[in-house]
């Protein structure tokens, strides 16, 4: 199988305050971890690709220092989104691959953070 | 450019009929395609994967990939009310990219 997990499935928090998200794959080690952040009746928007052990590579637009990724094994990503605001709140969904760079990867549950 | 564009949909089909759904890629090097399918409030999961130009057919699905053309595309035939979602298109050379989507409603 491919399982994984993310965690917490939805969070609330105050604004100007720290969040942080996990996701872990459970029965593989993940090559590479993507995030992804969702807003209501649109697609996946890709914030940043990591690799175990490197600096997540971030797309076009997103903060790095806003969205700190870390990246720490082959089976565990985290995304703190941090100083939040209401404008963050957004679905998040990480995504793992196990094999090589053109092979599928395998989504978490996702994330719905609520900045009040 | 966007590297993945859906431009069909939203797409209605009543039950039992076949929903045909549509993706061009720009990034020639993209060497692998993928179809998604999405429920409301739930995050993506796997449904195809086409590595080939031709067809792949699993159970009521069929992926096609034309790579001379730039094009994937998903057949869903004998379509069910449960197959009313959004359904994804991605590639992947490296990072993997999403189109917008094309959302289906299968009518009862």
């Known amino acids: 199988g491919a399982v994984v997990s993310q965690h917490p499935s939805w969070v609330i928090c105050k604004s100007g305050t720290s969040v942080k998200i996990e996701c872990r794959s459970l029965d593989f080690q993940a090559t590479t971890m993507f995030w992804y952040r969702q807003f209501p009746k649109q697609s996946l928007m890709l914030m940043a690709t990591?690799?175990?052990?490197?600096?997540?590579?971030?797309e076009q637009g997103v903060e790095k220092d806003k969205f700190l990724i870390n990246h720490a094994s082959l089976t565990l990503s985290t995304l703190t989104v941090t100083s939040a605001h209401p404008e963050d709140s957004s679905f998040y969904i990480c995504?793992?691959?196990?094999?090589?760079?053109?092979?599928?990867?395998?989504f978490g549950q996702g994330t719905r953070l609520t900045v009040v | 450019q966007k590297e993945v564009e859906q431009n069909s949909g939203p797409l209605s089909v009543p039950e039992g009929a076949i929903a045909s759904l549509n993706c061009t890629y720009s990034?020639?090097?993209?060497?692998?395609f993928f179809w998604y399918r999405q429920y409301s409030g739930k995050s993506p999961e796997l449904i195809m994967s086409i590595y080939s130009n031709g067809d792949k057919e699993d159970g009521r699905f069929t992926a096609q990939l034309n790579k001379a053309s730039q094009y994937v595309s998903l057949l869903i035939r004998d379509s069910q009310p449960s197959d009313s979602a959004t359904y994804l298109c991605?590639?992947?050379?490296?990072?993997?990219?999403f189109g917008a989507g094309t959302t289906v409603t299968v009518r009862a």
């Open positions: 990591s690799n175990e052990g490197s600096k997540a590579t971030y």
């Open positions: 990034d020639r090097g993209s060497q692998s």
């Open positions: 991605a590639s992947t050379g490296g990072k993997l990219s």
């Open positions: 995504s793992a691959r196990k094999g090589p760079m053109n092979t599928e990867a395998f």
